[in-house]
């Protein structure tokens, strides 16, 4: 039996033929058997009020941008999908209510009048928000800075742009570990075991999928370019950074974001590809430049590349942003 009610559940479902690629039913749709497996794996049971809460006000935030109609239609466990951060809502909720203090919904309906290309996962379109007058200079002459990712971790904890981009963290609840001593003897963990993966520093180039009025709010950016033809934007840059660091891989793709209190056992994450799921409202693409095999040179102090790839008037528009 359902013992914390649901918020209003979409009206539309992946098809059959998806959810059997997942090994899915109808029935994963539905808030009881949520609060069942929830039950079986409470992993969020060792967190403090305070961090679930945050963790429910993330859910919330995202929840506003990322369940639209057209995402109805992904699997539950892609975090692409509306279905996905149903499931997150009602067990982060689910969670208070084991704790004795239940909590209201407090998820607020979409608001399609703030995207102006309808969520659109093909990625025909990217956006680069910033100050008007950097997006300018994009604009008249390509001009570019290109971060090294250890760039991102500066900057004040409450700034949406700051992330530690060279470590990820995912925890697995303690009781569910077993860890050994090399003569066999069994190591008790006490609350959840937290796991580090890090790489080496690496170029990135952030955009996004998606034109969303709030993201000036949020960036405090007055400005956005929006980019109608992204492979020839690609393939300036490419070739223009080659001259700086020409045996560095490059590639490039939507961020895949991901729960790192409760994931998938062999989900294999790389620390420039991905991010925590607080983040997912942004809506990430980004182009990156990897070493592959870092080299004597101390990677944490890569210096940004300042770049010019020419006039982007034919491929391009810019928009502006005040507030009202």
Avoid at 186 to 191: D, L, T
Avoid at 195 to 204: E, F, T
Wanted: proline share 6%; glycine share 4%.
């Amino acid at each position: 039996m359902q013992k914390i009610s649901n918020i209003l559940l979409p009206s539309n479902y992946p098809s059959e033929k998806s959810m059997q690629n997942c090994q899915q039913t109808k029935s994963n749709y539905e808030p009881e058997l949520w609060e069942f497996e929830y039950e079986g794996y409470r992993y969020l049971q060792n967190i403090s009020d305070l961090e679930l809460t945050k963790r429910y006000k993330d859910i919330c935030r995202n929840f506003e941008v990322l369940t639209t109609e057209e995402r109805q239609t992904i699997p539950i466990n892609i975090s692409q999908s509306s279905w996905y951060w149903y499931r997150k809502e009602h067990q982060t909720r689910y969670e208070f209510f084991l704790r004795g203090k239940p909590i209201s919904p407090i998820v607020k309906p979409r608001i399609d009048s703030n995207n102006f290309f309808n969520d659109s996962l093909s990625y025909k379109t990217l956006v680069r928000y910033d100050k008007l007058e950097r997006i300018k200079a994009l604009y008249d002459f390509g001009r570019i800075k290109i971060n090294p990712a250890s760039r991102y971790k500066e900057g004040q904890e409450d700034d949406p742009r700051v992330d530690n981009e060279l470590e990820k963290t995912k925890f697995y609840m303690g009781k569910h570990v077993e860890l050994e001593t090399l003569d066999g003897q069994k190591i008790p963990i006490i609350g959840d075991m937290k796991k580090i993966l890090s790489s080496s520093n690496y170029y990135a180039y952030c955009l996004s999928y998606d034109l969303d009025l709030r993201m000036f709010k949020e960036f405090a950016y007055d400005a956005c370019l929006v980019i109608k033809s992204p492979d020839v934007f690609i393939q300036k840059l490419e070739k223009a950074i080659k001259r700086y660091i020409p045996n560095w891989y490059f590639y490039y793709g939507p961020i895949s974001y991901y729960d790192p209190r409760h994931h998938h056992e062999k989900e294999y994450l790389m620390p420039g590809d991905c991010k925590d799921f607080s983040f997912a409202y942004q809506k990430e693409y980004r182009l990156l430049w990897d070493p592959l095999k870092p080299t004597s040179v101390d990677q944490q102090i890569l210096q940004p590349i300042k770049i010019e790839i020419g006039s982007l008037h034919d491929i391009s528009t810019i928009y502006t942003y005040s507030k009202k």
